[in-house]
């Protein structure tokens, strides 16, 4: 019996992305390095997430193993690989922000949002989690939501940013 | 009158732009430099004294002075990755005055003959890297980078490399890892960056705050650079991040060397008038110092001295009501999570410290713990490949050697002494 590598059933990156990895290509002596950018191209256009297609695509793309591509994402924390809500959240809870009340923030972002951490809602609106420090323990306590950082936060602050999500 | 060096920028927004920071004064360093020999270039940042702001405090002259000549290509890889719990600093270089940076790689760059430098900035960090890809652009435009390094003839190109959330890729045979699109995993050293480093080449490693000092080097001098600070073997202007209690955190630019005290004072003192416990000199990789400390000049050495490290001069502040054990929870547990997991030690101790730590936090924890501890960080400490296992233990042998009557408490109350503090009222 064989063993045989899975077979690739994944027809690559659409053209834009496929345009724009290129020129991320030309900055490097390898295609292997080009990896991070390009998960990050294909987190894009898989609404937030690496579903195994977008690692295949990726892995076809840039001619490396999928075992490869699959071991460098779970290295990573800002990978993910189930379906994350429309908007990520991540609360800081480290060290400066505890200090300045991130476990109410946490407790806030809880009851409003009533899932658990990594949970999504019913929705598909919103996930979140605690993260470390974002650098931004100026403002502490603060939170990312999505691209975004928010700072100097209070329960209130927190309800109304999560309630003006779409 | 201390006159900011590296945040002069702040509060001028004009100079986001290439026309507004060549008023400022901008690229002038780099105009100097490329009429300089770029041995003559290195040995001046070696005269400047300027030491390494990523943590570590190596003399950033003499480590570009280890570049092999006749190996090409070369490069420099600037640390924009800047994941130290309670450091801020290098997003505000990087958002307020793009162009100092560049330029400051760019100096780097011509002084040991690298054509590509790559900014690793955290995955993040998307702000500071539009503004970059920004000045960057305008720099391509400017005929600053590209073909001919400010009409010099010399090529260099600048890319901006985002990391994916791992702390680990601040360390920096880990960023090279994750440059190549590998788990970023520190390697053995030697050999180091300076010979084998990215891409098999010889690479310059230097944090973001280091590459900044380096244009006012170019154009002040050196002397007058190491007239800024406490010493020969602390020189320059610093900044440093202030955070936790008190009342204004915040970046704040100094000579080297400035007492704990007067910084706290200018940060407006303690949060809600509390009284001084402890506080962290140098990022969670720091051993915690005792309130006794205040007077200590916070400058590499004498830091070091007093047990502990400036590391990349992150002060977290901790006032009477903060439960020691606690804080160094979260820190173990920031640790645990960012091991890599190449190095048993590193990996399994980390993991034993936090659930160590937690259970006495818990009021779960016996009379040996603390004994148990320290006898995890000896494992730990010169048993693990890089110094996030000497991190690591750095905030828990604080704990147990400097704050062990709070450790003591715990267990004999059987609780947490320190009541789960509330930090606002009716939600607001
Ligand atoms: C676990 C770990 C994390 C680190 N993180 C950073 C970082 O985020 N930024 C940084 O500049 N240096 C970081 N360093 C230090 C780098 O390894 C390296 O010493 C530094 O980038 C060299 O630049 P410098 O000499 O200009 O400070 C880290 C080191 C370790 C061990
Ligand atoms: S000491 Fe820890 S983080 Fe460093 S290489 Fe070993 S396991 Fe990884
Ligand atoms: S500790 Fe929260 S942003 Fe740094």
Known sequence: MSVSEPKVTSTGLPPAAKAELDEIRKRYPTDEAALLPALHIAQRLWGGWLPDEALEAVAAELGLPVSKVYGVVTFYDLYHQKPVGRHRIRVCTNLSCQLRGSEEIMEAVREELRVEEDEVTPDGRCSYVHFECLGSCDTAPMMMVDETYHENLTPRRVRDILRGLK | ?428
């Not at chain 2, 042998?397 to 009716?426: A, G």
């Open chain 2, 1 to 428: 009158m201390f006159e900011p060096v590296l945040t002069k920028n702040v509060g001028n927004p004009a100079a986001l732009t290439l026309k507004g920071y060549k008023k400022s004064g901008g690229y002038e360093g780099l105009a100097k430099a490329l009429q300089m020999e770029p041995d003559t270039i290195i040995e001046e940042v070696k005269k400047s004294g300027l030491r390494g702001r990523g943590g570590a405090g190596f003399s950033a002259g003499l480590k570009w002075s280890f570049i092999p000549k006749n190996i090409t290509p070369k490069y420099l890889v600037c640390n924009a990755d800047e994941s130290e719990p309670g450091t801020f600093k290098d997003r505000l270089l990087m958002e307020y005055d793009p162009h100092q940076l560049i330029e400051g790689c760019a100096i780097c760059c011509w002084a040991v003959q690298a054509n590509i430098c790559y900014i690793y900035i955290r995955g993040e960090y998307t702000k500071a890297a539009t503004i970059l890809e920004r000045a960057l652009k305008e720099a391509y435009e400017g005929g600053i980078l590209g073909g001919s390094l400010m009409g010099s003839g010399f090529k260099l190109d600048m890319y901006i490399h985002r990391g994916a959330g791992a702390y680990i890729c601040g360390e920096e045979t880990g960023m090279l890892e994750s440059l190549e699109g590998k788990r970023g995993q520190p390697r053995v050293k030697p050999p180091f960056p300076a010979v084998v480093g990215a891409f098999g080449k010889p690479t310059v490693i230097n944090n973001v705050e280091t590459l900044c000092n380096v244009p006012h080097i170019i154009t002040r001098g050196a002397d007058w650079y190491k007239s800024i600070g406490t010493d020969e073997r602390n020189t320059g202007p610093k900044l440093y991040a202030i955070s936790g209690h008190v009342e204004r955190p915040g970046t704040y630019e100094y000579p080297i060397g400035i007492t704990f005290r007067e910084m706290l004072e200018n940060a407006g003192g303690m949060y809600r008038g509390g009284t001084l416990k402890a506080f962290i000199p140098g990022g969670a990789s720091a051993p915690i110092l005792p309130a006794s400390q205040i007077d200590i000049k916070m400058d590499f050495d004498t830091v070091a001295k007093a047990g502990s490290m400036l590391g990349s001069a992150a002060v977290i502040v901790m006032d009477e009501t903060t439960c020691m054990v606690r804080s160094v929870a979260r820190l173990a547990k920031f640790f645990n999570h960012e091991s890599c997991g190449q190095c048993t030690p590193c990996r399994e101790g980390t993991n034993w410290m936090e659930l160590l730590l937690k259970r006495i936090e818990h009021g779960e924890g016996t009379e040996s713990d603390g004994r148990l501890l320290l006898s995890i960080c000896g494992q730990i400490g010169g048993n693990s490949l890089c110094a996030l296992g000497d991190a690591a233990i750095g905030p828990v042998k604080s704990l147990v050697e400097r704050f062990y009557p709070e450790v003591e408490q715990h267990v004999r109350e059987r609780r947490c002494p320190f009541p789960q503090r509330r930090h606002f009222q009716n939600g607001a």
